[in-house]
């Protein structure tokens, strides 16, 4: 069977299957475009399971547009800190904002305005319009192009926008009248407990299995294939956890541009230092250091960059030229990504 008569049968094949299998998920309740874009945002890059309490919490704190557009940026931020990619929560509340200013508060139903909201690409928006507004807009995300890429047996990288872009328009021609929503969640839902990315997929149980090429050729592990992908670019940083004899932190407010703009974080430097070396450079930046108590050595992974972070944690006098922090303040209004937090949690 070629390709182009194998998309036909998706639906046929997946409407039941998923009417029977479905995951009972919080942002599944109803199709409020509100929910489904946050949880969508909540779900790029973050398994289900670690993005529920966060989408309870978010909801239960800012529960609709308006409460989004006027919150203050640093309670979003509270509210996404553990997400990792800070500047999806900023796109967020920019697009809220947008929606009362452009749409009257009224979320848009049409994809040209629904891609026009900051932090709002093809995948979200086409998300959003087949299962808040039933459009037949494919929704393409890496689980639905694995589940093509070995149903078709796919030998160019799905990672290459002109395969994504042809998954998109085969898709496209097939959605389902009616049923565009739940053909998207189908497809979804099968990447994400069938057809899985680690491990071997589930195929003894996929409604596909009977025309899957990959799974009739015995070749499911080679598919999908990508495209080699640039190594990150590797960073050496000297992190200072100086704390007062209040037990009060160090603290300070990053640029309002680049990587992790606008939170928080602790005082750093490039390089990794010694011993020595650490405590004249936090005499430097004008702690009064009077003990080192240990040394921590961590990564943290972001998309492009990996930061290999030596930790000086250090008792210091109170000095004025440092902003200094009750811990339980820091806990709950100050936006410290993970990258630094995981000073402080061991
Ligand atoms: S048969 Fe196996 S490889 Fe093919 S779509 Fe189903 S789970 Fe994926």
Excluded at 95 to 115: H, K, S, T
Excluded at 184 to 207: F, Y
Excluded at 250 to 276: C, F, I, K, Y
Excluded at 312 to 326: A, G, H, P, R, W
Aim: aromatic share 8%.
């Amino acid at each position: 069977m070629s390709s182009s008569d194998l998309y036909p049968l998706l639906p046929e094949r997946l409407l039941p299957w998923f009417s029977r299998n479905a995951r009972e998920l919080p942002w599944r309740r109803d199709h409020e475009p509100y929910h489904v874009w946050i949880s969508e945002i909540m779900l790029q890059q973050t398994r289900v399971e670690a993005v529920k309490p966060y989408y309870i919490r978010f909801l239960s704190e800012l529960p609709d547009i308006s409460s989004l557009a006027n919150a203050p940026e640093e309670q979003v931020f509270k509210l996404w800190e553990g997400l990792g990619y800070y500047s999806r929560a900023r796109n967020l509340q920019r697009a809220a904002r947008m929606i009362m200013d452009r749409f009257d508060g009224v979320f848009p139903n049409q994809m040209p305005e629904i891609l026009s909201l900051p932090g709002i690409g093809p995948y979200t928006a086409g998300a959003i319009a087949s299962i808040c507004f039933e459009l037949p807009e494919p929704a393409v995300d890496g689980n639905v192009l694995r589940v093509i890429s070995r149903l078709l047996c796919l030998e160019d990288p799905v990672d290459a926008p002109s395969v994504r872009k042809e998954i998109t328009e085969s898709l496209r021609r097939i959605y389902p009248a009616g049923k565009c929503g739940t053909f998207t969640q189908s497809l979804m839902e099968l990447g994400a407990i069938v057809c899985v990315p680690n491990g071997t997929p589930a195929c003894s149980i996929c409604p596909l299995a009977d025309i899957c090429k990959a799974f009739l050729e015995n070749r499911t592990e080679q598919y999908p294939v990508r495209s080699e992908k640039k190594a990150r670019r590797e960073e050496n940083l000297t992190v200072f956890l100086l704390r007062d004899q209040n037990d009060r932190i160090a603290v300070s407010q990053r640029p309002d541009h680049g990587l992790l703009a606008g939170l928080w974080e602790l005082p750093h430097m490039d390089g990794l230092l010694n011993e020595q070396e650490a405590l004249d450079a936090a005499r430097d930046m004008g702690a009064a250091p009077v003990s080192l108590i240990r040394c921590m050595n961590r990564s943290h992974v972001f998309t492009h960059i990996i930061w290999h972070m030596r930790c000086y944690e250090m008792i210091c006098e109170s000095t004025d030229n440092l902003l200094f922090v009750n811990r339980d303040v820091l806990e709950t209004r100050y936006s410290l990504p993970t990258a630094f937090r995981q000073f402080l949690e061991t």
